[in-house]
Every structure is written in C-alpha cells, then in structure tokens.
C-alpha cells in the first residue's frame, strides 16, 4: 500500500511540475482585428500551431473594439512558435449575432468573412509568437462591412 501511495504521489507531482512548467511558457498574445479600419466586434480569433510549434494552439472572441486576448488550453497566452489563424464572424440571415449556445451545424448563421480570413485551408494570415511581441493586430479588408 506504501509503494501504491508513492507512485501515485509522485506521478501526481510530475503531471502538476508538467503543467506548471507548459504555463510558465506561455506568452500572453493580444491585438485589435479591424476590417475595413473599423473595430470588428463578436468575431472568432483562432491561432493553428504551425511546424514545430507544440500545442493545440487556442483562440479568443473580439470585444466591441476588436479586441481579442488569446487562451490555449494551458492558460492564458501561446506556446511560442508559428501560426496560422483564422478570423470568423458567423452571422444570422438578418445581420445579427447568432446565439452562442447553439452549434453552428444546428443555427442557419452564415461566415461573412472571405474564406482567406475564416477558413483554415484558405486563410492567408499568419502570426509569429515569440517573447517580447507586442499586440498582433490584424486589418482585414473586404467590400463591405458585414
């Protein structure tokens, strides 16, 4: 029951130094998303780990001013690395936002970014994460505002 108690400790406190360590890593990533120079409220900022870059990257809405702040599954901040991110910003047919309980594959909420923003096999941004980057702001351009 002793060695039992000891192993189970012991891998307790290797997953809790992993994690710790994963956190401390972290580099916290905020920016502004503008389309069309305006603020672009209730999009979805989405950073995909690149290469070598570990992670399951992570994402971040956009406030009323564009703003977003990024979280990945460790915490608060990005492994640094390279990424490709996707903006999206689903909208109902009459121009308002969807509820965010409903899953999109059940909401008639349409994407009004072009898909070299919002879809991950066609987005052209990219974004490099590293300590000491300042805010990573992105400004998009389209015909018109959604």
């Known amino acids: 029951m002793r060695l039992l108690t000891c192993a189970l400790l012991t891998a ?20 502004t998303v503008t389309l069309n120079g305006k603020p672009l ?25 564009g703003k977003y702040e990024l979280h990945s599954k460790d915490g608060k901040g990005m492994v640094p690395g390279s990424y490709k991110v996707t903006i999206s910003r689903r909208l109902m ?3 308002s936002i969807p509820k965010r309980d409903v899953p999109p594959a059940e909401s008639p909420a349409r994407e009004s970014l072009p898909p070299q923003y919002s879809d991950q096999e066609q987005t052209t941004l990219t974004a490099t994460i590293a300590a000491g980057v300042g805010p990573i702001d992105f400004a998009l351009k389209s015909g018109s505002r959604p």
């Open 41 to 65: 409220d209730n999009a979805v900022v989405s950073f995909l780990p690149q290469g070598d870059t570990r992670g399951g990257g992570g994402g971040s809405p956009t406030d009323a001013a």
């Open 93 to 95: 047919p009459d121009g």
């Open 12 to 31: 307790l406190v290797a997953l809790g130094c992993r994690d710790t360590r994963q956190s401390a890593n972290l580099i916290p990533v905020t920016g």
